[in-house]
């Protein structure tokens, strides 16, 4: 597949949205991984499973070097799998659902792990419901025909998970004040989900 015909492709799947800026930097990160994947057999829900195994075992290892790997593996797998999909033509109904299921799962076991080293419950619960309620609103958005990929917010999902990459090395540092990081994802998740609001209420009244 060319590079152009994945970009189209993706852009299809995502409601018309424009492959510019950093959705294209990624996008082309992506379409690297996806065709390497490829050439090793490597299937898109494979990776997708491959996720939340590996932010399971995050749970296991919360205080150690080992957590912060197998978080940047967690993240990669979920970042890339819809990407093999469309590479190796395999972009499907049940695929998407499987993925977005995986996601709410897999960042509830990044806050687990962040209770685990520290967080207070709360928050931690706080941080869950406001990104489930985010990629909620927004998928219910695009069923009713909103691109997906209307508003960009702060707090995308590679931001919340250099949040908790960002507190692990601080707690394996031993530095204060670690959970500072996780009250400004907080915040800036609130800003996030006020956007999403915003955007189908302006797009879809």
């Known amino acids: 597949m060319q590079k152009e015909v994945f970009y189209a492709k993706w852009s299809a799947l995502h409601g018309q949205a424009h492959v510019v800026g950093i959705v294209k930097s990624w996008l082309s990160i992506s ?6 994947l490829t050439s090793i057999k490597v299937s898109p829900n494979f990776l997708t499973l491959f996720g ?3 932010a399971a075992f995050m749970a296991w290892h919360p205080l150690t070097l080992l957590a912060i790997a197998l978080l940047v593996l967690s993240l990669a797998a979920d970042g890339i799998d819809g990407s093999v999909a469309i590479y190796q033509g395999r972009s499907s109904n049940f695929g998407a659902t499987l993925d977005s299921v995986a996601d709410r799962v897999t960042e509830a076991l ?3 792990v962040a209770y685990q080293v520290g967080v207070p419950a709360w928050l931690a619960i706080s941080l ?3 990104a489930a309620t985010q990629e909620y609103a927004r998928a219910r958005a695009a069923s009713l025909g909103l691109s997906v990929i209307t508003v960009v917010t702060p707090t995308e999902r590679p931001v919340r998970a250099s949040a908790i990459f960002i507190l692990l090395i601080a707690v394996n540092l031993g530095l204060s004040g670690a959970n500072a990081v996780m009250y400004l994802l907080l915040i800036g998740q609130c800003v996030s989900l006020f956007l999403v609001m915003r955007n189908a209420y302006t797009s879809l009244k």
Do not use: G
Not at 31 to 36: E, N
């Open 128 to 130: 869950w419901v406001l």
């Open 52 to 54: 939340v195994v590996t």
């Open 110 to 112: 990044w806050l687990y």
């Open 31 to 36: 379409f690297i991984c996806a065709r390497v």
